[in-house]
């Protein structure tokens, strides 16, 4: 049979896959080609696309004749481009067992991503196998055991120490230890229902020789198309030498807070023992100092008895506050309270101190203070009052000034300055506060001084503050600097409301006057508030001035104005 092979070209047959259905002879001649269409291509001479365009193929069909049955096979052509195309056969004989019928298709795309996918598979198994955390698939179960191990990585091989075979046939529950199963069997509950959370902190897993070890694991669950937990992903870290480490310190800050507060209850103990004997000297020579018949050489020696044994009194007050903040139990506790109020109430107190040195006391409040601020209150004030009277008790002439300025980024700025003549006493006040972490040596010549800077430096680092301590041509100057947290809503402003009048006052009752003195005096705002929304009409003009008041925390302010009316 002689057939024009000029009818169509070998790359012309390419574009008519991907379905040609080819007749062969035994001999795995080719005798004709039809398109998808069943339409004639071209007869056996020539170029044609299983003989020429895929030599490969002849030894396929060869083997199909010779064993005489059905058989599968793909082919690669390279075609003119350069780029590879993939073809799948399927060769079927005849019924007369004379002519081969092979069906072909391009399979160019599914092989191509076969290829990737398998290149993919390479590198995912290289990444897993290589990395330092163990990782495991199982098909998802009803129950904890009921979860079948689908694959594992070296690490976890290395991790537990059995096989893959070996796990297979345990259950999962068989390498957690016996304290830990029942919370294991709970949290599967709860991640099968959506409540538990992925990340397992560190429990206990027992490995194959025996050995306990410490994990943590990121579980995370894969889904089929219904929404149902098709497997879980566990992706599990030893956390073994972390877990010893910390039970390490844990152990080791107890027995450090035992000696501590053994120490900090001694202490406490022993100042005790020494208040009380020392207040009875204080009572008895302020009862003698009164006495209108003490002559003058003896009042003199006890004024000077009453006022060491204050300084006394002082110092083991120091000492208990200094011994709790080393101790690591003086911790911040943050509130709200009005800052210019708290400011004007500690020069009340310590502007009578001046004065009975004949010092002048100056307060300058910047304009752009903040009203309500958030931060340790206790502690800042501690840490002014330390410091204003440190600089009253070591100046003996000229005055004392603290400037209080608002900086960018919430914080502020507190400048105390006074006139100690003496250099010594300035130096020695930057010893204390350089010093803060060395004991304090005893000075003779300054037997009035007190701990009080060393606590304010502690309490400045415990509020992550700044702490400075500069000498001046006229004295020192201590530069504390605090952050704090703004309440929003609250413009600055250094005037306090107007304050109502006791005759308006008197028009509330007793009972109602009693409970928001009782609340005021406490500090507890809210409950304060809401009594005056209790109010027939909180609307008032008197309720009004009450509400302003108690809304910027001036609450020892409305107890002074309630108090005479008790």
């Known amino acids: 049979m002689n057939y024009d092979a000029s009818v169509l070209s070998g790359m012309g047959l390419l574009s008519v896959l991907p379905y040609i259905t080819t007749l062969l002879d035994r001999e795995a001649h080719v005798l004709q080609q039809f398109n998808a269409e069943s339409t004639t291509l071209f007869t056996a ?3 044609v696309f299983l003989a020429d365009r895929a030599p490969d193929a002849v030894a396929h069909l060869q083997q199909v004749a010779y064993e005489a049955k059905a058989a599968r096979f793909e082919t690669e052509i390279a075609a003119a481009n350069g780029e590879s195309q993939w073809f799948e056969h399927d060769a079927v004989i005849a019924s007369d067992s004379s002519i081969l019928i092979v069906f072909s298709r391009d399979v160019t795309s599914q092989k191509t991503m076969e290829i990737e996918f398998k290149c993919m598979k390479r590198r995912y198994d290289a990444i897993l196998d290589n990395t330092s955390d163990a990782i495991t698939i199982s ?8 979860k079948q191990l689908l694959y594992i990585n070296r690490r976890t091989e290395e991790l537990l120490g059995y096989s893959f075979d070996e796990l297979l046939t345990m259950r999962p529950s068989d390498i957690l230890a016996n304290d830990y199963k029942a919370n294991a069997f709970e949290r599967h509950l709860l991640r099968d229902s959506g409540q538990a959370l992925e990340m397992v902190p560190a429990f206990p897993i027992v490995r194959k020789d025996g050995t306990a070890r410490f994990v943590q694991s990121l579980g995370i669950l894969t889904h089929n198309d219904d929404g149902k937990v098709a497997e879980a992903i566990a992706i599990v870290r030893d956390v073994t030498e972390r877990v010893e480490r910390e039970e390490q310190l844990k152990q080791a800050k107890l027995a450090a807070e035992a000696a501590l507060t053994a120490r900090d209850v001694f202490v406490a103990n022993m100042s005790e023992e020494l208040r009380r004997p020392l207040d009875d000297i204080l009572e008895h020579s302020r009862l003698l100092l009164g006495h209108a018949g003490t002559p003058t050489g003896v009042a003199e020696r006890l004024r000077q008895i009453h006022d060491e044994a204050g300084n006394l009194g ?7 506050d200094l011994s709790r903040v080393e101790a ?10 009005n800052l210019p109020y708290l400011l004007r109430r500690l020069e009340d107190s310590l502007r009578l101190k001046a ?27 501690q840490i002014l009052v330390n410091l204003l009277g440190d600089a009253i008790n070591m100046t003996d002439h000229g005055g004392i000034s603290m400037r209080v300025i608002c900086l960018p980024d919430n914080a502020l700025r507190f400048t105390i300055a006074d006139t100690r003549i003496s250099e010594r006493s300035a130096l020695d006040l930057r010893d204390f506060a350089s010093d803060a972490n060395e004991p304090i040596p005893h000075r003779e010549e300054n037997n009035h001084r007190s701990l009080g800077i060393a606590i304010s430096a502690r309490l400045v680092e415990v509020l992550s ?3 400075v301590v500069e000498q001046s041509g006229e004295g020192a100057i201590v530069t504390v600097e605090l952050q704090f947290v703004p309440v929003r809503g609250v413009s600055p402003a250094s005037e306090m409301p107007a304050l ?11 009972e109602w006057l009693h409970q928001m003195y009782a609340f005021c005096v406490a500090g507890q705002h809210e409950q304060a508030r809401a009594h005056l929304m209790s109010l027939d009409a909180p609307q008032s003009d008197i309720g009004i001035q009450l509400g302003a008041l108690i809304n910027l925390f001036y609450l020892d302010q409305v107890a002074d104005l309630i108090e005479p009316l008790l």
């Open 45 to 47: 001479c020539g170029e």
């Open 314 to 320: 002082r110092q083991i007050r120091d000492v208990l």
């Open 465 to 467: 503050g700044r702490f």
């Open 139 to 146: 098909a998802w179960g009803h129950t904890y055991d009921d």
């Open 500 to 510: 109502p009048s006791q005759a308006q006052l008197r028009r509330f009752s007793a």
């Open 355 to 381: 004065q009975q040195k004949r010092l002048t006391f100056d307060l300058d409040i910047a304009e752009n203070l903040p009203i309500l601020i958030q931060t340790d209150e206790v502690k800042l004030k």
């Open 328 to 337: 690591g139990f003086d911790v911040v506790e943050t509130s709200m309270f």
